[in-house]
C-alpha cells in the first residue's frame, strides 16, 4: 500500500473544509442576535440554518464513509473492485 502525502495545497484545501462550518455557524449566530436586537424577521437566518444542519450532516456521512474506506484497507486513489 502507497503512503498519501498531500501537497501543500491539499493540506490547505483540508484545513479550510475543517473549519469553514464552524466559521459560518459563528456568524450566523452573531447575525441572529443583531437580528433578534433590531427586531428583524429571521426566516432567511432559519433558511440558512437548516441548509448548514443539511450540509453538516452531509460532510458527517462523507467522513463516516472514509473511515470506512481506510477500515478496509482501500489507499487514496485506489479503484474499489478494481
Partial sequence: MTE???SPTEKRDGVIRNHVLDLLANLNARIRQLEHAAGIP???ADEFTN???????????????NEALIEAGVSHGEEIGG
Avoid: N, Q, Y
Wanted: aromatic fraction near 4%.
Fill in 4 to 6: 498519501f502525502i498531500p
Fill in 51 to 65: 441548509t448548514m444542519e443539511l450540509i453538516a450532516r452531509g460532510e458527517s456521512h462523507v467522513r463516516r464513509l
Fill in 42 to 44: 429571521t426566516d432567511l
